[in-house]
């Protein structure tokens, strides 16, 4: 073999080590034009009135783009898979959080684009603000999102939560010894590349543009700049690949949309590059999640059932935040194997940054979640956590909420190796098992119904 | 004003208070140092100046007359590769490489001045360095080979890495050995 | 291109209190490090002074007192004694050490200006420019000037012993939010001074009169409780900083040993 294990150099090792990479922000063009953004003060706001003309009367001011320089304004980043878009491209009759950009200026220099933004007119009309998933649901809260309310409520059938019903729940906690419950909250993480986001858009002789990109993906965004500037794919070409860190927040790159509205008005390319400030403050964040956890386990140790509640705190509009729900409904036994399952789920909006994808989408904060409630569970049951995680740990041909089978589940070799790393003497029974299907002691009638059938093993 | 950069003399119009990043990147088109934050706090602007290095996001361009500059593309080319560059390639410390320009001017001032192949020296040395792809154990990596004196060459060819990563479950089946 | 600006770059001490008085607005420049990101990010800087050239960067031991020049850099001052140096080594990374100065730290404002702290334990008196002309003053009264001032240096008596606790820092980008500076003098009193308790930095006299009064370090920590006023911004709240400051100051009078 000429590949798996051997020490191939990265193909863009030298560039990168020599300084010549070349990412987005180093691209520059004649005549480059440089953008800033005019974003909201206020959490949630109505926008009475947006005036641009002091800014379009500066000096070195070449391009003011607003809402209705945007040919469809309004595109949901999941349409493809029959989700309504909720999120303005630039804001027009409300502002839903802190941040939002209302208006693009495109100037000689990037002070000049920075005091024109200074220099546009906004009336506001502050509103009372939605900051907390658990209000959302409150007769009275704040209205957030124009298109869905406070939560989405378009899942298939009709539904107003994401639901997963597995097995008999009301046996499971009929026959528990135990139940033990909690409840988990982790907060938004930025990404943090350490490239902020940055485009240059470039109108082409011939009608095209060209966009200089540092999305994650990059005929996604191809197909969100096309639908917004309602043009076909073949008049705008994508140059991409070079990414100075992403890490899910560069999955969502309006930046490129606007900077081409600004480079189309203008007749010239456009470089718009956000501060870190902005970064922080405006780009979308992991989510926050609201987890509510519901054992009934038996006195040896088996977790015959789980309730969970989660509210996914998506910000002010959607994004892929049904996506990373449902994902995230998927991995909500995290680990382990539970046959009796009642999962609802729901999208909550609140006038925080819209949040996105990061290292693990809909995934990581579960995992905190669960293995907390795990080792609270063990010692509730004064058992040895290694022991109850090994005893419930997913086996080949064990399924998933979603009745997926595990084809090469790897958690049992991950504990072994955890205790190894710590130090930690497992009894011996514990130190030989294997991932394989479940037998014996470790097949009790209750989990017999959810082996795979004609499993992949 | 006067601007050596990379032992080129430039005339350059920027005004004086303007940061060296940005007369480097704007005016001179020398765009290896990056502006990942423009205040200090991420490294990746990082240049030498009479050899230390310095953040060139706070520094003004009038603080940089009459001195010397270097980037990192006054450090090697991609046809003579310094040793710093060598082992950043070999133990695979760059990775999206925004970080990397100012990782590699700030490690290759450290073994310049006799740095230590010390895990803790070589932190303390790129404390103020970012890295987002949290790269960090293969970076460490990389400047203690040249610290330690590692030879150029054979880094390039060698078969195994010298990685301080910590091999997990050695004697069980989840090490992650290629079985 | 940043807009335009002219920078006035004194030789001397003399030019440097010449300049203050012939332009009391003008923006100080001591390393750069505060000032020059705000002119990136859109903060106009019509007229500064930089000090960078004015001969005011020698760090001298060799007196009675200790005499550090405005412009030596933190990682310069990290080499005198504590509470100064290892205060001074709490700052930024190696990197912004080696460039940001002891009197643009002093001239900060907070959540900046962690040199304030070790500065009024060590009793330290700060030979300045103001539009008046030149001065020296306690550290006290320098910070508490309100019209322009530019420091020249700071001295001080080489203390009998010395201590700096900070609240730890999570990464080198981060500020500190608390550090409390001890100091033994000559005679053998202790001063307490800190940052981060109120919202500018203070002596700790009610823990200073518990020592003197003969309390052990636990009671005259416990004793700061009167000194501080907890408050809240980005880097803790007031509740959290209510909690560890006694347990910091009780660590900083343990340091000072004897």
Redesign the interface.
Known sequence: MKV??A?L??Y????????????V??V?LPGMLHAAALRSPHHNARIIDVDTGPAEAMAGVRAVITHADVPTLVYGHLSGAGIDGDEPLLAKDFVRYKGQPIALVAAD?V?IA??ACDAIVVDYEELPTLLDVRLAFEDGAPVVNDRFGNWYKEFEGGLEARQIRKGDIDRAFDDADLIVEGVYRTQAVE??????QVCVAVPEPDGRLTIHTCTQALYFSLGVVCAHLELPMSKVKMVGGT?????GGKVDTASDTLAALAARKSGLPVKW?W???EEMLASSTRGPWHMEIIDAVTSDGWILGRKMLTLHDAGAYGRFSVYGLTKHSFHHTGAYTIPNLHFDGYVVFTNRIPTSAMRGYGVTGLSTAIEVHTERVANELGMDPYEFRLKNANRVNDTSPNRIAYEDP?TV??L???A??TGTELDGSL?AM?RGERTDDLLPDHLVGQIAQGGHG | MDLVVNAVSHEVDSAPLTSLLEVLREELDITGPKAGCETGGCGACTVLIDGEPRRSCLTALCMAEGREVTTVEGLGTPEALSAVQQAFIHHYAAQCGFCTSGMIVASSAYVDRGGSPDTGAIQEALGGHYCRCTGYVKILDAVAAVARGDDADTMSTAASPTSSYVSIGGTGNGGGGAA | MTSTNSVLTPSTPDEVVAALAADPDVVVIGGGTLVVPQVSLGTPVERAVWLGRAALDSVDESGDEIIVGATASLAACSRLPAPLGPCAANVGDPEVRSQATIGGNICAPVPYGDLRGPLLALDASIRCATADGERTVDAATFFALSGPRIALDVRFASPAAGSFVPLQRPHTVSLTAIGISAVRGASGEVRLAATGVAPEARRLYAAEAALAGGSDPVAAADAAREDIEPYDDVLASAAHRARVIPTLVRRAIDQLGG
């Open positions: 798996v294990g020490r150099p990265r863009d090792g030298v560039g990168h080590v020599t300084g010549r990479t070349t990412y922000d180093d520059r220099s002070q920075r005091a990404q943090a590349p350490l490239e902020t990414v100075g860190g992403g890490f590059r501060t870190r400030e790897s070799e991950v072994q190796s955890i190894a790393a130190r294997t």
